[in-house]
């Protein structure tokens, strides 16, 4: 009886809680101008997922350096296995777009199948499509064909843009579907290790509108700050986290 009463007032306490009741995040400032109603929000301290506070602790996971689609959950219950709850993923633009504008996600570069994979498995994935990864690849994943471009890379200058354009826009509506809860995804980062020049921040802002209008609007974007000097985490092109 007692124990019963005491899960109803939990129960209630839980309905209360402010990030699931008002709908809005509990100390997101700027996620969604504070509008937002996705299952994946934080505070100062950690994610919170369905309103729950959640520790992330990821590992890291490239699918393209595992090309044979059928061992990715094996790595991956591993991984769960071993204690971890989230794996953070780099993909690769050379890889699926080694023409200009002919673009293969297929096979081993297939986002929906290692999504589908992950889902499985049950694990979180914090997606990190670059379009710079370094991740000790040729190039750190700007495709060869970029050196025939004359334009400044990470700029804003429009024929870098318009190179990055097909592959970020194809990755965001292939990903959209898979934000949290109707897919693993709970967080995407927009460039790697990056700085604030002047015409980096502009490029910054077209990456993130990139993203937001291809739908990724259910979970926030985050960076991977290169030095721990709090780049993009205030200014222009700040991301949610
Ligand atoms: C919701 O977003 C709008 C802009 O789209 C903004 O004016 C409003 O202040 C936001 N609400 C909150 C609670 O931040
Ligand atoms: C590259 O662009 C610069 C100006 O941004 C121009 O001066 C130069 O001629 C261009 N080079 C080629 C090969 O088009
Ligand atoms: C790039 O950003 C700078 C600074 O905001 C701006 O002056 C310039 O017009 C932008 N270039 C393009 C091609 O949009």
């Not at 693993?184 to 927009?190: D, K, L, M, R, T």
């Not at 802002?205 to 259910?218: C, D, F, P, S, Y």
Request: hydrophobic share 40%.
């Amino acid at each position: 009886m007692k124990l019963k009463f005491i899960a109803a007032l939990l129960a209630l306490a839980c309905s209360l809680h402010p990030a699931v009741s008002q709908g809005v995040p509990a100390g997101s400032p700027g996620f969604f101008q504070g509008n937002s109603t996705a299952a994946v929000t934080f505070d100062a301290n950690s994610l919170f997922i369905d309103g729950q506070r959640v520790m992330i602790f990821s590992g890291e996971f490239h699918p393209w350096r595992l090309p044979v689609p059928q061992l990715w959950s094996d790595v991956l219950q591993k991984m769960k296995a071993a204690g971890f709850n989230a794996a953070s993923v780099y993909f690769n633009w050379a890889l699926v777009e080694g023409t200009p504008g002919s673009l293969d996600w297929n096979y081993f570069r297939s986002l929906t199948d290692f999504y589908e994979v992950a889902k499985r498995v049950g694990i979180f994935i914090i997606c990190r499509p670059g379009p710079y990864i370094n991740g000790e690849t040729a190039g750190g994943g700007f495709p060869g064909w970029l050196t025939n471009v004359n334009a400044t890379a990470r700029t804003n200058a429009t024929l870098f843009t318009n190179a990055w354009n097909a592959y970020m826009t194809q990755f965001a509506q292939q990903t959209a579907p898979y934000q949290y809860p109707d897919g693993p995804v709970i967080a995407v980062q927009s460039e790697n290790e990056f700085d604030t020049q002047t015409l980096h921040r502009p490029y910054m802002i077209l990456l993130e509108n990139n993203l937001r209008a291809n739908g990724i609007t259910k979970v926030p974007l985050t960076h991977n700050d290169k030095n721990a000097g709090g780049q993009y985490s205030g200014g222009a092109g700040a991301v949610d986290l």
